[in-house]
């Protein structure tokens, strides 16, 4: 718990140094959805929260590092490896979208001004190197077992057919089912109150800058890509992320951060 506190606060201070304050408040909303104190209780929910924080640590102390060569896909390879490697297939998809999307605003300058080709290319890249390393792993696991038990590939691919799949206990759900779980797990209070006076306090920026208001296409996709991993995520295994939604919802994180850092950034000049 005392390990979880350090590593919240020093990366809100970093937000905030590196960032700005604004920036600082868009990832206290990623903490509170998460939810803190159920990962100080609960190890399972717990792994994927130190990756992410771990990671955003270390891309907001070390950006010029991982810009040098091509240091970006290798330290996103190295969070799928892990994610594989500790998770129980909780939230996983969070371990990358939190960074990816810091990495953008950490890269402002390329993210909001480059030709959205070579945008696109370079999320891809990161997206790529993180699930080759998550399914790399994953796949590893599989080969040992295999060694010492026969059919243990066999089960593992009839598990992945299992949790793809739009079924659960003889029921048949559509996608919007899959998603409308996610989202009554995200609303339920207090978390509606404080999307509530989120979405007073954006207004309100909204009035204060409107002058200063501007968007690029190469900044509206670069969020957009973000934003939308978790429903990707969804798609891909729809009976988990069904049946499981009371820890799944939390992938949503990445969209409210990607979708606030947005708003956030539209106002404010880039550099």
Not at 29 to 43: D, E, G, H, K, Q
Request: aromatic share 20%; charged share 15%.
């Amino acid at each position: 718990m005392y390990l979880q506190m350090f590593l919240i606060a020093m990366a809100l201070i970093l937000f905030y140094r590196r960032l700005g304050l604004l920036e600082m408040y868009a990832f206290l909303l990623v903490v509170a959805v998460i939810n803190p104190i159920t990962t100080a209780m609960n190890f399972q929910n717990s792994d994927i929260f130190y990756i992410m924080l771990l990671s955003t640590i270390f891309i907001l102390c070390k950006n010029e590092f991982l810009l040098r060569d091509k240091n970006y896909l290798y330290f996103f390879l190295i969070i799928g490896i892990v994610t594989a490697y500790f998770d129980f297939l909780t939230y996983p998809i969070t371990a990358l979208g939190i960074p990816l999307c810091v990495c953008v605003l950490m890269n402002k300058k390329f993210f909001y001004d480059s030709e959205l080709k070579e945008i696109l290319t370079k999320l891809l890249s990161y997206l790529f190197a993180w699930g080759f390393g998550y399914g790399g792993m994953w796949a590893g696991k599989w080969i040992v077992a295999t060694t010492k038990y026969l059919n243990a590939f066999n089960a593992a691919i009839n598990r992945i057919a299992y949790r793809s799949s739009q079924e659960e206990g003889g029921l048949t759900f559509t996608t919007l089912d899959v998603f409308k779980q996610n989202f009554d797990a995200l609303l339920s209070e207090p978390f509606t109150t404080i999307l509530f006076i989120l979405a007073i306090f954006l207004m309100y920026l909204l009035i204060v800058n409107i002058q200063k208001f501007h968007v690029t296409k190469s900044m509206a996709l670069t969020f957009l890509f973000v934003a939308v991993l978790p429903f990707v995520w969804y798609l891909a295994v729809k009976n988990h992320s069904y049946v499981h939604n009371f820890f799944t919802y939390r992938n949503l994180a990445i969209t409210l951060f990607s979708l606030t850092c947005f708003f956030i950034e539209s106002l404010r000049e880039v550099k």
